[in-house]
């Protein structure tokens, strides 16, 4: 499996896979740049946990261009992240 980004944040590895940017671009077009998703996985505003998986983990910036927080959906698997999705949003769930 090609892969678009591979970061080490904490000692994880994370990888964004040519699928899954493919589907980020798809059905999200507004993130235009793997390059944002690298920026907010190494400067997130902040990170939460999902409230039904303790697997996922979502990471938010501000984007001022856009006025909206970029959000990456990181998945935990044998230690390693996978980037399942990424898309803008107005505000940070609770």
Known sequence: MERILDLEIDGRKIHLS???WK??????PNVENPEKIKEVLLNPLIIK???FDSSLNYYYKYDKTKNMHLMVSVKYLNGDGF????FY???IRK
């Open 23 to 28: 589907h980020i671009i798809n059905f999200h």
């Open 83 to 86: 980037v399942i999705t990424s």
């Open 49 to 51: 946990k999902d409230n």
């Open 18 to 20: 040519d699928k899954q």
């Open 89 to 91: 949003i107005k505000k």
